[in-house]
């Protein structure tokens, strides 16, 4: 069944001039050319889409030879970004799933049936089945303005369903991280997910464990960071994802009812942020969801006879150690989280002689909000964020001026390519 919906009439506006450029230079070639996924998705719902990615029947080899300023990225699956004006443009190859390759060459699976490698190029039939979901396989030509829909994606968006394409099972086997895909949009978009879609995320959730934690932690930014982290942490929980994306330290408490409304108002107090354009870091969130399991570890430490700062600096090692086993959470975000972390029992001093060191700290602010989120949800009394607060109003010029750099995302380095452990 080829769909092509010539109703649905785009405005070449509604594209970035980087799109319409690639897919134009790509047909000048000789090329096939299309604007693919959650940009058309997103076209149909009415919203703007935050990137483009074009989908062409070139090779890497034989796109990177169209543009001046393209460059061949990944191993387990190669795109090719470029660069037009300030815009990155991601092309990628037509593709077909593994179990249509004959010669089983390109394409590796490994015991579990998890794709390592996502080379052999196809049509664009064939790439339409091996995407993830029927609402992110649209195709649309910004020339002829034609959108071909093969697997019924206009359907789905028209009733707000997520739908894996193919048998659920066998595409979570092959890529775990498609549960976690099928969740995030469900929260974003506020769909419902089709019934074996969701069914299959029940029994498939283990597999997570084969991702490589540094893959994982990427994932875990889109899914945290991007204004609807608190109903993706429900759906993560609903469908018992959530310790096998974070480690058993975002669910261990002494207090689950109390732990919980932390962990929920911490992601809907970054949620409202990311609403209102005020800047987010990973560190403060991951150390409010860790902070029940880091709380509990440093009491039984100081139950040993430690005392509560000590006792807190090696709950923190030890929380961050078992939380890496999953995320490859990056120095300067762990280091952070710890320092928040460290702060809580030094405020709780209300040392008159400190408060000047403590103000100037950089993570005082992330510090204080943290013990806000503890007072509001602990039924503990405030006398300790008044004192801090009183402070800050007394001192406002020293508030994280200890902060040498402005933002953590400002300074993200790639990081340096790691062997997937399982590989
Ligand atoms: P967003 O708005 O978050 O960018 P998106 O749908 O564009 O949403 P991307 O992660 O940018 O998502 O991926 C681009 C496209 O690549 C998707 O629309 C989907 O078709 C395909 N894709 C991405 N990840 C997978 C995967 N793990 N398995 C199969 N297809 C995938
Ligand atoms: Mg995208």
């Not at 989908?55 to 990177?64: N, R």
């Not at 991007?226 to 018992?240: I, W």
């Not at 009491?299 to 509560?308: A, K, L, M």
């Amino acid at each position: 069944m080829t769909e092509t919906l010539e109703k649905t009439r785009f405005a070449s506006e509604d594209f970035s001039p980087g799109a319409l450029q690639v897919v134009e230079r790509l047909q000048t070639h000789g090329y096939e050319a299309y604007v693919v996924g959650g940009a058309i998705r997103d076209l149909l719902l009415g919203n703007r889409p935050k990137d483009f990615d074009v989908a062409t029947d070139a090779t890497p080899e034989q796109i990177k030879q169209c543009f001046r300023n393209a460059r061949i990225i990944g191993r387990r699956f190669q795109i090719v970004h470029v660069r037009a004006g300030r815009e990155i443009i991601e092309v990628t190859t037509f593709r077909r799933g593994h179990e249509a390759n004959p010669s089983g060459q390109a394409a590796q699976a490994s015991q579990s049936g998890r794709l390592l490698r996502d080379n052999v190029y196809g049509t664009l039939k064939e790439d339409a089945k091996r995407r993830d979901l029927t609402i992110n396989s649209l195709y649309y030509d910004t020339s002829t303005h034609q959108l071909i829909d093969h697997l019924g994606g206009c359907a789905d968006v028209a009733e707000r369903i997520i739908r894996i394409i193919g048998d659920p099972a066998d595409r979570y086997r092959e890529d775990p991280v498609r549960m976690l895909r099928v969740l995030r949009f469900g929260a974003r978009l506020q769909f419902e997910l089709a019934a074996d879609t969701a069914a299959a995320i029940a029994t498939h959730g283990h597999l997570l464990r084969d991702i490589p934690p540094a893959r994982l932690f990427d994932e875990w930014l889109k899914l945290f960071m991007n204004g609807y982290s608190a109903p993706t942490f429900s759906l993560l929980q609903q469908f018992g994802l959530i310790t096998h994306l974070m480690g058993e330290g975002v669910t261990d408490a002494l207090d689950r009812q109390h732990a919980n409304s932390l962990r929920m108002l911490a992601l809907s107090n970054t949620d409202q942020r990311v609403a209102d354009e005020r800047p987010v870091t990973p560190a403060f969130l991951l150390a409010a969801l860790y902070w029940p399991a880091t709380e509990q570890t440093a009491r039984q430490i100081s139950d040993r006879g430690e005392s509560p700062i000590p006792a807190m600096h090696a709950a923190g090692q030890q929380i961050v150690a078992a939380a890496c086993q999953y995320l490859a959470i990056p120095k300067r975000f762990s280091l952070a989280m710890r320092d928040i972390w460290d702060l809580q029992p030094r405020l709780e001093r209300m040392q008159p002689k400190k408060v000047k060191d403590l103000l100037a700290h950089r993570w005082f602010r992330a510090a204080f909000d943290l013990r806000l989120l503890r007072e509001e949800t602990h039924d503990l009394d405030n006398q300790c964020s008044q004192f801090w607060a009183a402070a800050q109003k007394q001192h406002p010029e020293l508030v994280g001026s200890a902060r040498q750099r402005r933002d953590d995302s400002a300074r993200r380095r790639p990081r340096p390519r790691r062997r997937p452990r399982n590989a």
